[in-house]
């Protein structure tokens, strides 16, 4: 157990909704990290957030959003959900924000299926 | 962005073997680990290891960063060893977003 919780385990939607992923990092950690494992794209990195600000964006499309909330608590919100979202969302946390930020820690995964 | 490669894509072993798994990356890095992830999508960390060796158990790792690559050492192999390996690092001077090579899928057979 890597001490990362993800909620929910599996989500089943429909094209067009729109689904909200939730993470709680470490006890200590300040960063949270959101990665997106797709079959045709591999494990990616879409956005960091450290101690409630958003401190590094990758791929993530214009359609995702994410904050970290003041008890560090994150969310990632999916919306117009097309059939290639479908994908696994990770969760990481570590304990610092910046270059040495230190070890990632993986949540279980959110495995997203839009039907 | 750095290239993250890892070799071999895919192995084979039967239970008891030994096997060795490489990472090359393309730029200087910070941070170096290695993940194992299961049957069930769990990414297990195995080793922090930006530079250095490191052993845990049967499992054990080098890092030479000056030659940029990374080798994993899997001793005495268990059909529990079996999932996809992966290696990922952050770059020195970018954020700390962690790039992820494509894998080895290892298959440990009884």
């Known amino acids: 157990d890597s001490g990362v919780t993800q909620t929910p385990k599996h989500l089943i939607t429909a094209t067009g909704q729109r689904v909200t992923l939730r993470c709680s990092p470490r006890s200590g950690d300040l960063s949270v990290y959101w990665y997106q494992q797709s079959l045709d794209q591999g494990l990616q990195f879409l956005i960091q957030y450290y101690n409630g600000e958003e401190r590094a964006k990758g791929n993530i499309l214009e359609r995702f959003s994410a904050q970290q909330f003041p008890d560090l608590h994150s969310e990632l919100n999916l919306s117009s959900l097309e059939l290639g979202d479908s994908a696994l969302y990770f969760c990481a946390s570590s304990p610092r924000g910046r270059q040495g930020a230190g070890e990632q820690y993986f949540g279980p995964g959110t495995r997203l299926t839009v039907t | 962005g750095i290239q993250v490669e890892q070799s071999p894509p895919d192995l084979i072993l039967q239970e008891g073997a030994n096997s060795t798994l490489r990472c090359n990356f393309s730029?200087?890095?910070?941070?170096l680990q290695w993940f194992h992830q299961n049957p069930w999508g769990q990414l297990i960390n195995l080793f922090y290891?930006?530079?250095g060796t490191k052993q845990n158990g049967r499992l054990s790792a080098t890092t030479v960063a000056t030659e940029r690559y990374s080798l994993l050492y899997i001793s005495s192999s268990q059909t529990t060893d079996s999932g996809v390996y992966f290696c990922?690092?952050?770059?020195?001077?970018?954020?700390?977003?962690?790039?992820f090579g494509t894998g080895t899928r290892l298959q440990v057979t009884l």
């Open positions: 290891i930006p530079s």
């Open positions: 990922a690092v952050v770059r020195i001077g970018t954020a700390s977003k962690l790039t």
């Open positions: 730029d200087s890095v910070n941070n």
